[in-house]
C-alpha cells in the first residue's frame, strides 16, 4: 500500500514536472496508480510498463490536442488572411473605382479637348480662308487699277505714235477715243491738245482753234494751256487774222509769262 502511494506519488511528480500533459491525463494516471496501489497487484515492472503506456497515451493525447491547436491556429491565420485578403480586395474595389473615374473624367477631358481642337480647327480654317479671299480681293484691287493704267498708258502712246507717223486722221481718232474711254484720265489735257495739233497738221485751222481752246477753257492750269494758246495763235496767223494772233500772243504772256510758250509768243510779237 505504502510502496502504491509512493509510486503515485513518484508519478504524480513525474507527471507535474512535465508541463506538456494536461490535467485529463495527470489525473486519468494518477487513478490508475491510486487503483493498482489498493490492489497492490502491480509490481515494478508491470508499473514501469504501465507508465509506459501511459506515457505514449499521454503524449499521444497532447500531439492530437497540439495538432488541433496547430489547426485552431492556422485556422484563425487563415481567417486573418482572408480578411487581410478581403480588406486588400476592398481597397482595391476602391482604387479601381477611383482610376475608373479618373479614367471617365480624363476621357471626357480628352473628348471636350478634342471637340475644342476640332472647332478651333474649324474657326481658323475659315478665318484663313477669310483672310485668304481678302488678299487677293486686295490684290485684285491693286492690280486693277495697273492693269487699267497701262491699257490707258498704251492707248495713249498708240495715239501719239499715229501722230509722229503722220497719221493725223487716225490720230485725231485715237486721241478722242482715248478721251472717251478714260475721261478721268490725267492725260486727257495731253490727247485734246494733241488733237488740235493734228488739225493744226491737216491745215484744218479753225477745229484746230475750237480744240486748243477747250484745252484752255477746261485745264486753264495745265501745262499745255499754255502751249494750245501758241497754237491757236499759230492756227490764227495761217487765217490771215494777225489781230487775232497778236491778242492771242498777248494773252498767253498775260497768264503765263513764265511758261517756255512764253518765249516764243515774245519772239513772235517782236517780229510783228
Known amino acids: 500500500m505504502m510502496g502504491g502511494t509512493n509510486l503515485g506519488r513518484r508519478l504524480t511528480g513525474s507527471i507535474a514536472a512535465r508541463p506538456a500533459l494536461t490535467r485529463t491525463a495527470a489525473a486519468?494516471?494518477?487513478?490508475a496508480t491510486m487503483g493498482s496501489g489498493h490492489a497492490a497487484l502491480f509490481d515494478d515492472n508491470e508499473a514501469r510498463r504501465q507508465i509506459v503506456n501511459l506515457r505514449i497515451q499521454v503524449e499521444a493525447s497532447q500531439k492530437a490536442v497540439n495538432e488541433r491547436l496547430a489547426g485552431i491556429e492556422a485556422a484563425v491565420q487563415d481567417?486573418?488572411?482572408?480578411?487581410?485578403?478581403?480588406?486588400?480586395?476592398d481597397a482595391l474595389r476602391q482604387d479601381i473605382a477611383r482610376l475608373r473615374g479618373q479614367n471617365e473624367s480624363l476621357l471626357n477631358q480628352s473628348e471636350n479637348l478634342e471637340r475644342r481642337q476640332k472647332d478651333l480647327y474649324v474657326d481658323?480654317?475659315?478665318?484663313?480662308?477669310?483672310?485668304?479671299?481678302?488678299?487677293?480681293q486686295l490684290q485684285e484691287k491693286i492690280a486693277a487699277p495697273e492693269r487699267e493704267a497701262a491699257k490707258e498708258k498704251e492707248a495713249y502712246e498708240g495715239a501719239l505714235n499715229q501722230f509722229r507717223q503722220n497719221n493725223f486722221g487716225s490720230a485725231i481718232s485715237a486721241f478722242q477715243a482715248f478721251m472717251t474711254a478714260y475721261p478721268a484720265s490725267p492725260l486727257v489735257p495731253s490727247a485734246q491738245y494733241w488733237v488740235g495739233n493734228a488739225y493744226y497738221a491737216l491745215r484744218d485751222y479753225k477745229n484746230a482753234i475750237t480744240a486748243q481752246q477747250k484745252v484752255v477753257a477746261?485745264?486753264?492750269?495745265?501745262?499745255?494751256?499754255?502751249?494750245?494758246?501758241?497754237?491757236?495763235?499759230s492756227s490764227q496767223s495761217e487765217m490771215n487774222d494777225a489781230r487775232?494772233?497778236?491778242?492771242?500772243?498777248?494773252?498767253?504772256?498775260?497768264?503765263?509769262?513764265?511758261s517756255p510758250a512764253a518765249e516764243q509768243a515774245k519772239q513772235r510779237l517782236t517780229k510783228k
Do not use: C, G, M
Not at 484663313?128 to 479671299?133: A, D, G, T, V, Y
Not at 477746261?218 to 501758241?230: E, F, I, M, R, T
Open 244 to 258: 487775232a494772233a497778236r491778242e492771242t500772243l498777248q494773252l498767253l504772256l498775260k497768264r503765263y509769262p513764265n
Open 218 to 233: 477746261s485745264w486753264p492750269d495745265n501745262a499745255k494751256a499754255s502751249d494750245a494758246l501758241l497754237n491757236i495763235a
Open 124 to 136: 481658323l480654317d475659315t478665318r484663313l480662308r477669310k483672310i485668304e479671299q481678302a488678299q487677293v
Open 28 to 31: 486519468a494516471l494518477w487513478l
Open 79 to 89: 481567417r486573418r488572411a482572408l480578411v487581410d485578403l478581403a480588406s486588400q480586395l
